[in-house]
């Protein structure tokens, strides 16, 4: 399950466009961030994508991403362009395409970032892509799941929600605060439209005729979408948004995404129920994690971004990245195994220490977590439109002082007492996750 939201530039502090996402997964199911660059290609080339082969373009762009460590595709990323979308599985009465013979849903993230120059152009893309090629396969880790997709795009001018069930789809352009979470929440006001979004619907009996027709009610698969949260997810993200429209800022994107939901929040209580920001815990509805985020500044000239690389914001440290000046602080790429070396399992080691007495092991380091974090977005927001050179030290600079911090954050968390007792339910889910993935814990 995921979160996405966008505030466009009437709803921001500064008039730039905002857009964050939470990206849940599996918890050994590493997400790692990687820099591709543009590159022209013959006109007889390809592209294997997850499952398949397609045609590639004659150029794609630039993009940072972050991605499942075993798919081509991701969950989210930018381009040269200023463009940034963010996926969200969706739950259908339409039935799903479990044969490898079609593009997964972050398989039309990245095409799109490397084949899009704008939101609009990105829409296209997508839909055009899905009317070839359609959308399928198993998209889980360690369990099948097929789903259809939602996405989330905006670029520094512009932003739109595009709703997808199968080859059927509804697009609307969007403005203020916009937030979406594993439901379709497109009704009967969009911009544009598959051909037979509506008479699909008509023939199955889902609706009367075109005035009775809601996308959402119509088209939701209505078990699924209810037990993962969807709704409540995405009213409680609006909710927290909404108030500050007008006045928002990138601390306020991130603050969304670490949310809870309430101050005594914890992640060992109950097998039912998901939060923005997730930890995952054992029972049918809480297998997935929060396994990266990130939160985007899209001003027109001078876009910066800010990236955990990591699982768990809560946890975690958003750290300023720019697509013209790659780094190598994500690299290694991780795996499904814990490695010391990729930062990804290194902070997993810290972040399951943690969960095993909540409230109390988190208070230790969010103090510092937030002191470096409005130190770095200070900094790098202060350096936007300087030369690359700077704003690559600055980013290398702050993922070295973010890793000083991690391994101080370690040995805290050596010394401290568990000063209440998880459940047992909990700690069975993440035992078993530990050994799977060789997590020293």
């Known amino acids: 399950m995921c979160d996405t939201v966008v505030a466009t530039s009437e709803a921001t502090a500064d008039g730039v466009t905002l857009f964050g996402k939470n990206s849940d997964r599996d918890p050994n199911e590493a997400q790692g961030v990687c820099f591709i660059p543009a590159a022209d290609h013959s006109p007889d080339s390809t592209v294997k994508c997850t499952y398949i082969e397609i045609p590639q373009v004659a150029h794609t762009n630039t993009v940072l991403l972050s991605k499942p460590f ?16 963010g996926n969200e599985a969706v739950f259908t009465k339409v039935p799903y395409e479990k044969e490898p013979n079609s593009l997964t849903g972050m398989d039309l993230l990245r095409l799109a970032l490397e084949r899009a120059a704008s939101a609009r152009e990105a829409v296209d893309a997508i839909t055009s892509l899905l009317e070839t090629y359609g959308q399928g396969g198993n998209c889980g880790y360690n369990h099948p799941l097929y789903y259809h997709n939602s996405f989330l795009i905006a670029d520094p001018k512009d932003a739109w929600v595009l709703e997808t069930a199968d080859y059927h789809w509804a697009a609307k352009q969007v403005s203020g605060v916009y937030t979406i979470s594993n439901a379709i929440t497109l009704g009967n006001d969009y911009d544009l439209s598959s051909p037979d979004l509506v008479s699909y619907a008509v023939e199955r009996g889902w609706c009367k005729d075109r005035d009775d027709f809601d996308f959402g009610r119509c088209y939701s698969d209505f078990l699924y979408t209810r037990f993962s949260d969807s709704r409540s997810r995405q009213c409680r993200t609006n909710d927290l948004l909404s108030p500050k429209n007008g006045a928002l800022t990138v601390a306020d994107i991130m603050q969304v995404l670490r949310d809870h939901g309430s101050q005594d929040y914890h992640p ?38 800010f990236i955990t690389g990591t699982a768990a914001p809560c946890t975690g440290i958003f750290k300023p990245v720019w697509v013209d000046t790659p780094i190598t602080d994500f690299d290694p790429q991780p795996t499904g195994t814990f490695d010391e070396a990729a930062l990804f399992w290194r902070h997993e080691a810290l972040h399951r220490t943690i969960l095993r007495d909540f409230q109390h092991r988190l208070s230790l380091i969010q103090p510092e977590r937030d002191e470096l974090e409005t130190r770095f977005v200070k900094g790098a927001l202060a350096l936007a439109g300087t030369a690359s050179e700077e704003r690559a030290a600055f980013a290398s600079q702050c993922f070295a002082e973010a890793g000083q911090a991690l391994a101080r954050w370690q040995e805290r968390q050596a010394e401290a007492e568990d000063r209440s007792a998880r459940s047992w339910l909990h700690k069975i889910a993440w035992d078993s996750a530990n050994r799977q993935a060789e997590v020293p814990v």
């Open 70 to 85: 075993w798919m081509w595709g991701a969950e989210m990323g930018v381009n040269e362009h200023n463009l940034v979308i």
């Open 268 to 305: 060992d209580k109950g097998i039912f129920g998901a939060q923005v920001c997730k930890h995952a815990s054992f029972g049918p509805i809480r297998v997935d994690n929060t396994n990266g985020s990130l939160v985007s500044h899209l001003h027109p000239n001078h876009p910066t971004h």
